[in-house]
């Protein structure tokens, strides 16, 4: 199985951005049969920063390790 690409990080943190706006626009639920669902703004924050972090380390071109010398 092949890591995570440049493009499938942007497409999450497109998504997560999304959910984040509809969250924000008042529709942290849905009515469906009176099934109410409510969305978790804190995951929603927390995937955001994790997809973001991801997006640039991919753009960068991959892990930096600050004051380590390779041997």
Not at 8 to 23: G, H, P, R
Request: proline share 1%; hydrophobic share 40%; glycine share 8%.
């Amino acid at each position: 199985m092949a890591g995570i690409t440049l493009s499938d990080a942007q497409t999450q943190l497109a998504n997560w951005l999304t959910a984040s706006t509809k969250v924000a626009a008042g529709q942290s639920y849905s009515i469906a049969g009176r099934t109410v669902t409510r969305a978790d703004s804190e995951q929603i924050r927390k995937q955001i920063i994790y997809w973001d972090r991801q997006v640039k380390r991919l753009t960068k071109g991959g892990i930096t390790i600050k004051g380590v010398t390779p041997i």
